[in-house]
């Protein structure tokens, strides 16, 4: 059974500050991995995807990497700016079942 | 459409009512799935459509749940006699078939935010 999680459960930054994020996840057959943001009363907003065969994805000054082998995977945000605040969730689809599993989310607050 | 569209985006029932969810994919999307947040909560995994075939329905947290999918479009979750441990918001999301496209982007609605009294 795959399971997604995640440390730490919040981290509170001052604004300027790079900080990484981790997910780990427990069966190694995935298809891809999905980080999201999800703000307080909303859906949620996909961020970076990395298929299996790759090892990162970057958007702006988010960068995220997949080891498959040891089931990790990083949130890097440089310059952290308080428009950052919010949770952020990774989603591991598994090859096996299809499904979509989720961690239980880092709580980022970024103080100006 | 431009984007996944949920209905109502809020419902406030009596406990023992049945509630009606919907959930309009992006067009062409032919992956679908639900999921509940219960407040301060992760995601819970309900069930997933490829098509309108639902190979995994274990997610789903008692008989009082299903749901279907129609014309590879629109899908509906349906709770039966309302519990008040059913309130959350339930989210949809929608992707291309993740095994065809080697893409798999999920794309959420905003949920719709179920209180049972």
């Known amino acids: 059974k795959q399971e997604v999680t995640q440390i730490p459960a919040a981290l509170s930054v001052p604004e300027g500050e790079n900080l990484v994020l981790n997910c780990s996840f427990t069966d190694s057959a995935i298809y891809n991995l999905q980080w999201f943001r999800q703000d307080p009363g909303k859906g949620l907003t996909s961020l970076l995807l990395i298929q299996s065969s790759q090892r990162e994805q970057t958007s702006g000054r988010l960068n995220a990497s997949l080891d498959k082998s040891s089931g990790r995977s990083t949130l890097y945000i440089a310059a952290s700016q308080p428009g950052d605040s919010a949770t952020y969730l990774c989603a591991v689809h598994s090859s096996n079942t299809g499904k979509l599993i989720f961690g239980q989310g880092t709580t980022l607050q970024v103080k100006p | 459409g431009a984007g996944v569209s949920q209905s109502p985006s809020n419902k406030v029932t009596e406990k023992g009512k049945d509630v009606e969810l919907r959930c309009d994919p992006i067009s062409g999307h032919t992956a679908l799935y639900w999921y509940r947040q219960r407040l301060g909560q992760g995601l819970e995994f309900l069930i997933y459509?490829?098509?309108?075939?639902?190979?995994?329905k274990s997610g789903l947290p008692s008989d009082r749940f299903s749901a279907e999918r129609t014309g590879e479009s629109v899908s509906t979750l349906t709770i039966q006699r309302t519990q008040q441990e059913d309130s959350a918001v339930y989210l949809c999301?929608?992707?291309?078939?993740?095994?065809?496209?080697?893409?798999?982007?999920?794309?959420f609605g905003e949920g719709s935010r179920l209180t049972v009294l």
């Open positions: 999301a929608s992707s291309i078939d993740y095994r065809e496209a080697d893409t798999g982007e999920l794309f």
């Open positions: 459509f490829q098509g309108n075939s639902a190979p995994d």
